[in-house]
């Protein structure tokens, strides 16, 4: 499987934008990025997903280098509620199979108010 | 609210016995997941059911088994319990089985914590 590379931990000021940055150079050319997110005491939440194109939603923007190497997740303005960690995952590749998310450490992102 | 709901929220047993962790779908979604997560291992994925189909094997055990019933709801079974399956559990659902990311995005249960003593 390809493996995602996240920094441990990331802190941020509330009300400013936080760049989460993600490195998946062994990427296949049919892997989609997702990110995930788990704040305290919940399960993952999904946050978005894309293939080659920056995407937007209402949670948040992805990035995406035009190599597919990298990517990153932009929260445009973050709240004390962003505090969470965040997970970058490739999936849904050759295979097409809905398989399970693979977790990895994740990145621990810290707001200060 | 994701809108996939598990039972019970917290379990308390002990070593060597059997627990049956309980997970319902969102409406209309055919997929169910089950996750484990552990200090030490993380998040990991331990099995999928489709329509009632198993679809994909993680990390689960031999001593764990899953199954998926015709009203969609899903059951996590373990048995033979040690100290080390202590642990939180999620269940996640999606409307698909692969082939549209989607379709395939997953929506996960607020957990049941297990407590082996």
């Known amino acids: 499987d390809a493996k995602t590379t996240q920094p441990n931990s990331m802190e941020s000021n509330e009300e400013e934008p936080v760049h989460l940055p993600c490195n998946h150079s062994t990427i296949s050319g049919t892997d989609y990025i997702h990110w995930y997110r788990q704040l305290p005491s919940q399960g993952p939440e999904y946050v978005i997903h894309?293939?080659?194109s920056n995407v937007n939603n209402r949670m948040a923007s992805l990035a995406i280098a035009e190599d597919r190497k990298s990517s990153t997740l932009i929260l445009h303005r973050a709240t004390l509620r962003d505090a969470a960690v965040y997970y970058c995952?490739?999936?849904?590749?050759?295979?097409?199979?809905?398989?399970?998310?693979?977790f990895g450490k994740g990145t621990h992102l810290i707001i200060q108010p | 609210d994701s809108g996939v709901t598990q039972t019970p929220k917290h379990l308390i047993t002990a070593t060597g016995q059997r627990v049956t962790l309980r997970c319902s779908p969102r409406s209309g979604d055919l997929s169910v997941y089950w996750y484990q997560q552990s200090l030490d291992q993380g998040l990991q994925f331990l099995i999928q059911?489709?329509?009632?189909?198993?679809?994909a094997k993680g990390n689960i055990l031999e001593r764990f088994s899953a199954q998926q019933f015709p009203d969609l709801h899903s059951e996590l079974n373990l048995s033979s319990l040690e100290l080390g399956d202590s642990a939180l559990y999620f269940c996640a659902s999606s409307v698909g089985f692969g082939g549209n990311p989607a379709l395939d995005t997953q929506y996960f249960g607020p957990g049941t914590r297990l407590t082996v003593l």
């Open positions: 995952i490739l999936g849904g590749g050759s295979g097409g199979g809905a398989d399970g998310l693979t």
């Open positions: 894309g293939l080659t």
């Open positions: 059911y489709y329509n009632g189909e198993e679809r």
